[in-house]
């Protein structure tokens, strides 16, 4: 089974600031924060298109196994409302950086 939070790199690079590898993007990395962000939503788009053709399918009697189908659904659900979770953290970081005066 794949989870598509355990595929999200936490520091760029795989190393923790602590561990000596820095903060923030280096150019060897290849990917930064856009990219990671973009590669989640477009696995939860991915979760939603498998979860609705599967339901599709089961309505229209091509499929029998309801468990699988709930699962997927559930699943689509869950890393939807986490993605949610995540944009409302980045736009309370952003608000907060704009309240600070320089």
């Not at 979760?47 to 659904?73: F, P, W, Y």
């Amino acid at each position: 089974m794949n989870h598509f939070i355990s595929n999200i790199p936490v520091f760029p690079g795989g190393q923790s600031p602590v561990s000596g590898g820095g903060i923030g993007p280096r150019e060897s990395d290849g990917g930064g924060f856009k990219e990671t962000l973009t590669n989640a939503i477009s696995q939860v788009e991915d979760m939603h298109s498998s979860a609705e053709s599967q339901m599709t399918e089961l309505l229209k009697g091509d499929r029998s196994d309801v468990q699988n189908v709930m699962i997927a659904v559930e699943k689509a659900d869950i890393a939807f409302q986490l993605m949610m979770q995540v944009r409302n953290k980045i736009v309370n970081a952003y608000q907060e950086i704009s309240r600070m005066q320089f």
